[in-house]
């Protein structure tokens, strides 16, 4: 009964400090994924072009994303981005600009995110037949219109079981974010075991609401996924 | 009708030569730039002595890395073993019992797995003493071990899991139909199969163990990023970081460009 009191909201239970570590860490992962998903195509888009320069750009970007761990990511952004921001502060006179530590999330876990996800759009892409391009181009659609109405409805349904397990990992990835100081889910459970002396308590929920978000985001892929193939035969 | 009304037949216009677009210029720009930037910094800042120090340490990180992941890469196929045949069998708790394993793990972040073991299972350590455990969990290395082998065996049982239903029912129909036990099947006709198909996954998981590992240095393992982050709060120097990011990209460029060389060698006799 102890622990309940402990998880319990007010002064003496350290739910409502949880909760709000919810709030963040939703709202983190919610806040990338835009961001992720259209560089994430910009890039796919760059890899197919036939620049030569700007696919190589892409590809540099993939690697370097791919294969940096993402706490490292985290820290170089965190870092050096703000030593950087505070030499040219220092240099220009400008006043001081600094990333918060939400800021610096969202910059790594996007570029982690865009990294991975163009790989899926590019194998996306390529799971449309040519004909779907010449068959608009015959009706006298233009490039952006054959994008948006014929290539991009396509495209979601292919992609999104990839895309839906980048999500799963944006999400999981978010926790990373309290080592720098962001008070999500595992940032305030870290604070109530160490302040209680309950740290098993407190690591079991946050793995518990983790699970319990996990659970909501299959469920809501899901969902999406039977939205997108409402147009297809019934099987 | 006159000859006027036909087309004179043309060659077609010569192919524009491709130039690169302003896009392309733009971003591998801001590559240079990025590229110029550090290179400018690290002349800049140069330091010898940070070389001198820091050098061996960063090796020695790197075999903790290195280390950490191999071993909890054996001891999660190991335990994935029976996780993958729960998944595939009938009986349901067996099933069941798999699936919220994978479930738990793969569910959840491993910062927070590893949390739970190295701080939460202190709580327990009366326990622990009792059944002569509490050395292994005393240690951040062993926590770290446990950990991520239980992480990876989850992980690991899914590859199993597809790679060996990949194989087709007929293989099992065949053998059988030789005379063969049902154990002879599996590790001389279906296991050599799997494989080969699990072998991109199995060797995506290595990548992906060795970027999740640095997570092993919050809870104060001296790996490559301990060893960098300790660098970086006494030198305040952000080099340490740069070479630390170096030493990440090569292994997994290298273990990448070995996959691809191991999948040729073994695919070798399915090229047509």
Sequence with gaps: MESLTLLGFGPTGWGDEIAWGVVVTASLALATLPIGLVFGFLLALAKQTEDKLLKLSADIYTTIFRGLPELLTLFIVYFGVNNALQSFSRATGLPDIALSSFVSGMVALGFVFSAFASEVFLSAFRAIPRGQYEGSSALGLSRYQTMILVVLPQLIRIALPGLGNLWMNLLKDTALVSVIGLTDILRQ???????????????????????VLTLLSSVAIGGIDRWTKRGEMAK | MSDASFIEAKAPPPIAKKRPGLGGLIFAGVWALIAIGLAAYIVGNWNPALLDTYALPYLEGLGVTVGLVLSSFVCGAVLSLPVALGRMSHNPLARGLAFVFVYFFRGTPLIAQIFLVYYGFGQFRDFFDTIGLWWFFREAWSCALFSLSLNTAAYQAEILRGAIQS??????????????????????IVLPQAMIVALRPYANEIILMIKASAIVAIITVYDLFGITRQAYSRTFDFQTYVWAALLYLAIVEALRNLTNLAEKRLTRHLVR
């Design chain 1, 189 to 211: 459970s870290q604070i109530a075991a160490r302040v209680t002396r309950e740290p098993f308590l407190f690591f079991g929920t946050a793995i518990v609401i983790y699970l």
């Design chain 2, 167 to 188: 194989v087709p029912r007929g293989q099992w129909e065949g053998g059988t139909s030789l005379g063969l036990s049902k154990a002879v099947i599996f590790r001389k």
